[in-house]
């Protein structure tokens, strides 16, 4: 019994993934100041910032949504955590800032945008496109995955507390059975207990730690209690484990792109005449929207960071176009 109690107790503790909201999580962080430094390295960035806002609105509007994606990816476990902390409040307060701070500037020297610019555009949203399904797909198998394995966990740490609670009623039961206690209305020391009134004092439990009736009462009572207590403790994880699939991935996502396909090429949509700029805008709210909805299994958890991201820098670089074209 107590192996699997103790090891049923500790199990919330001792296992990771948490499998109780007790758990305070890993105390060492997945990224550092490291991967901000690369970040800015794989991005050719320097101090001196006229190197950066010279360059063409186009390729300024996708260096920007880049580094904005790329933060929140490779520092996504300090940001994406700014709802609990202010620390990280102010990490990604900071960064947006300085962002901010290179857009103005860029605005400031007042380039004028050309065809090069909307082709620039052009081809990073059609990469988007493309990439947006293998992102979700990788986000529902890593989440799948961790559901999977957080599965396995709680069913151990519950079967766990429901061996120990068998083998509490086993310690209860298995003695009496052997010693034929119950049946013959045997004491502790063998000797045959006389039946008493009910309404009759028990007295010192030292001496007759028994109900009047045989033992089954008494009995009855503490293996019930045993019961409910042990049930208490394994059904809580039985009761909430989850299933693996996350509940929605590529076919939700199909089934967004099959009426939004004509967002995979803005350039061609808006060549046709038959759509404005503000028309096209509306549209790709809503495609964001609806994306929100359907593949919210996905975008509420962290696998699913890098896709909500993405998708956000779609709608910031098609606004952009929108933008320039201003038609």
Same mark, same amino acid.
């Given at each position: 019994m107590?192996?699997?109690t103790?090891?049923?107790?500790?199990?919330?503790?001792?296992?990771?993934?948490?499998?109780?909201?007790t758990?305070?999580?890993?105390?060492?962080?997945?990224c550092?100041?490291?991967?901000?430094?690369?970040?800015l390295?794989?991005?050719?960035?320097?101090?001196?910032i006229?190197?950066?806002?010279s360059?063409?609105?186009?390729?300024?509007?996708v260096?920007?949504?880049?580094?904005r994606?790329d933060?929140n990816?490779k520092?996504?476990c300090i940001?994406?955590?700014?709802?609990k902390?202010?620390?990280?409040t102010?990490?990604?307060?900071?960064?947006?800032?300085?962002?901010?701070?290179?857009?103005?500037?860029?605005?400031?020297?007042?380039?004028?945008?050309?065809?090069?610019?909307?082709?620039?555009?052009?081809?990073?949203?059609?990469?988007?496109?493309?990439?947006?399904?293998?992102?979700?797909?990788e986000?529902?198998?890593?989440?799948?995955?961790?559901?999977?394995?957080?599965?396995?966990?709680?069913?151990?740490?519950?079967?766990?507390?429901?061996? /120990?609670?068998?083998? @509490?009623?086993? !310690?209860?039961? %298995?003695?009496? &059975?052997?010693?034929? #206690?119950?049946?013959? $209305? =045997?004491?502790p020391?063998?000797?045959?207990i006389?039946?008493?009134?009910?309404?009759?004092?028990?007295?010192?439990?030292d001496?007759?730690?028994?109900?009047?009736?045989?033992?089954?009462?008494?009995?009855?009572?503490?293996?019930?209690?045993m019961? /409910?207590?042990?049930? @208490?403790?394994? !059904?809580?994880? %039985?009761?909430? &484990?989850?299933?693996? #699939?996350?509940?929605? $991935? =590529?076919?939700?996502?199909?089934?967004?792109?099959?009426?939004?396909?004509?967002?995979?090429?803005?350039e061609?949509?808006?060549?046709?005449?038959?759509?404005?700029?503000?028309?096209?805008?509306?549209?790709?709210?809503?495609?964001?929207?609806?994306?929100?909805?359907?593949?919210?299994?996905?975008?509420?958890?962290?696998?699913?960071?890098?896709?909500? #991201?993405?998708l956000?820098?779609?709608?910031?670089?098609?606004?952009?176009?929108?933008?320039?074209?201003?038609?």
């Amino acid at each position: 019994m107590f192996p699997s109690t103790f090891n049923g107790f500790a199990g919330p503790y001792l296992t990771y993934p948490p499998t109780s909201s007790t758990m305070s999580g890993d105390p060492y962080l997945g990224c550092s100041s490291m991967d901000y430094f690369s970040m800015l390295a794989d991005s050719d960035l320097s101090l001196n910032i006229a190197t950066i806002t010279s360059r063409p609105v186009g390729e300024m509007s996708v260096l920007t949504a880049r580094l904005r994606t790329d933060f929140n990816s490779k520092l996504g476990c300090i940001v994406h955590k700014k709802g609990k902390y202010k620390e990280a409040t102010q990490v990604h307060a900071e960064f947006e800032k300085m962002l901010g701070l290179i857009t103005f500037h860029h605005l400031l020297s007042s380039p004028v945008p050309g065809q090069a610019d909307l082709l620039t555009l052009d081809q990073e949203m059609g990469s988007i496109w493309i990439q947006v399904p293998l992102l979700v797909e990788e986000a529902h198998a890593a989440l799948t995955t961790r559901r999977a394995n957080t599965a396995a966990i709680v069913f151990f740490v519950g079967l766990l507390n429901l061996l /120990g609670a068998i083998s @509490g009623n086993l !310690m209860i039961i %298995f003695p009496l &059975l052997k010693n034929g #206690d119950i049946e013959a $209305g =045997l004491g502790p020391g063998g000797g045959i207990i006389e039946p008493r009134s009910v309404d009759e004092p028990i007295g010192d439990v030292d001496e007759n730690p028994r109900f009047p009736n045989y033992l089954k009462h008494g009995e009855a009572s503490l293996i019930a209690g045993m019961n /409910g207590w042990g049930y @208490g403790y394994y !059904m809580t994880y %039985f009761l909430f &484990l989850e299933e693996a #699939d996350p509940g929605c $991935g =590529l076919v939700d996502l199909d089934d967004v792109y099959s009426r939004y396909q004509q967002l995979s090429s803005i350039e061609v949509l808006l060549s046709t005449g038959l759509r404005r700029s503000a028309v096209v805008r509306h549209l790709v709210r809503e495609w964001r929207r609806e994306l929100e909805v359907s593949l919210h299994c996905l975008l509420s958890v962290e696998e699913g960071n890098m896709l909500g #991201d993405t998708l956000n820098m779609f709608v910031s670089l098609a606004n952009t176009r929108l933008d320039i074209t201003g038609t």
